[in-house]
């Protein structure tokens, strides 16, 4: 795609957001946004403003803190942390002076609208969002949008505008996944089953017409592909189900808990579907459900990182941006 010279470019990675502190108080803030978000809680506004704020909010910020605490790092969030690095990653990879990126949360801090505010300041003529969600989904990637246009649909002058929905099965994706895979298998050894964990939505989603647990099989399938696994060296997942509805399946927990009766002590664990750890990852992947699994009967239970800030996942981003960016 050819460039006007001299055009300014302004890339936007997205990603959910986290808490500023591990404290019962600031996640108590994080999740009113969160959980107030229409896409997230597909209830009436009425019934779920209820059982939000008198049955959720005065209890589940207190546990969710303690979660927290379990992963915070000296540098902060982990989720914060490594998007920010990415973010100065690319920029830097990209090294032209035609185009800014920066990063932003859909929920917390930094703010999406501020970064799109600051994109105008710059008089930014084309702006790119790219929300680190590999598989779309109404409640994630569809939220983002949202968000975006509350912000620029007031705006006297809108720039160009392009919005990268999903890289589920793009190949650089595929590929960089698959990669991390192997390499940790070469230093760390194999276990017996590969478990490609991802988050899980309500299944009502699905009869709706969103393509997320679509995305997330074909994902999947593809990274087995690559790395010329047999059907019975892995099995797709889903995880940190919320309420009493029926979600995606089969659920990661009971899985795991269920292998070791079946035979199989030794599992390794990846989530394709985070672009970065966090709270999912590290603290319910990496350390609850290895307890469930051990707890179990299982031997062996490790968790292989998401892409992070590694190099690998910069040259990702480069690749969706090729149509956009010089």
Same mark, same amino acid.
């Given at each position: 795609m050819s460039r006007t010279p001299g055009k300014k470019i302004g890339v936007l990675l997205v990603n959910l957001g986290s808490p500023d502190a591990p404290t019962t108080s600031r996640v108590r803030r994080f999740l009113r946004e969160f959980l107030g978000d229409p896409r997230v809680v597909n209830l009436p506004r009425s019934l779920?403003?209820?059982?939000?704020? %008198?049955?959720?909010?005065?209890?589940?910020?207190?546990?969710?803190?303690?979660?927290?605490?379990?992963?915070?790092?000296? *540098?902060?969030?982990?989720?914060?942390?490594?998007?920010?690095?990415?973010?100065?990653?690319l920029a830097e990879a990209i090294g032209s002076d035609e185009v800014r990126v920066d990063f932003a949360m859909r929920y917390g801090k930094p703010v999406l609208a501020d970064k799109l505010k600051a994109f105008k300041a710059q008089l930014i003529d084309e702006i790119v969002i790219l929300p680190l969600y590999p598989q779309y989904s109404s409640t994630t990637t569809a939220s983002v949008y949202d968000a975006m246009d509350d912000e620029i649909r007031n705006w006297r002058h809108i720039p160009s505008l392009h919005f990268i929905g999903d890289y589920h099965a793009n190949e650089a994706y595929i590929s960089a996944v698959?990669?991390?895979?192997?390499?940790?298998?070469?230093?760390?050894?194999?276990?017996?089953?590969?478990?490609?964990? %991802?988050?899980?939505?309500?299944?009502?989603?699905t009869e709706w017409g969103d393509p997320y647990y679509h995305q997330c099989q074909r994902s999947a399938a593809l990274i087995a592909e690559r790395l010329a696994l047999h059907d019975n060296q892995w099995k797709l997942v889903f995880q940190s189900r919320f309420?009493?509805?029926?979600?995606?399946?089969p659920y990661c927990i009971?899985?795991?808990?269920?292998?070791? *009766?079946?035979?199989?002590?030794?599992?390794?664990?990846?989530c394709p579907g985070f672009a970065v750890d966090c709270l999912e990852t590290l603290e319910?992947?990496?350390?609850?459900?290895?307890?469930?699994?051990?707890?179990?009967?299982? *031997?062996?239970y490790?968790?292989?990182p998401a892409l992070n800030d590694s190099d690998e996942h910069v040259d990702v981003l480069k690749e969706l941006l090729t149509r956009y960016v010089p």
């Open positions: 779920w403003w209820v059982i939000l704020n %008198f049955f959720v909010l005065p209890f589940r910020p207190r546990k969710s803190a303690h979660a927290y605490r379990q992963i915070w790092t000296d *540098k902060g969030s982990p989720l914060t942390f490594y998007t920010r690095q990415l973010s100065d990653k698959a990669e991390s895979i192997r390499n940790y298998w070469q230093k760390h050894g194999r276990n017996d089953l590969l478990l490609m964990s %991802f988050h899980g939505l309500p299944a009502k989603l309420g009493k509805a029926e979600w995606l399946k009971e899985v795991l808990r269920d292998l070791p *009766k079946s035979g199989c002590k030794e599992v390794d664990v990846v319910e992947i990496a350390l609850a459900n290895k307890e469930e699994f051990l707890a179990a009967g299982g *031997k062996s490790r968790y292989i």
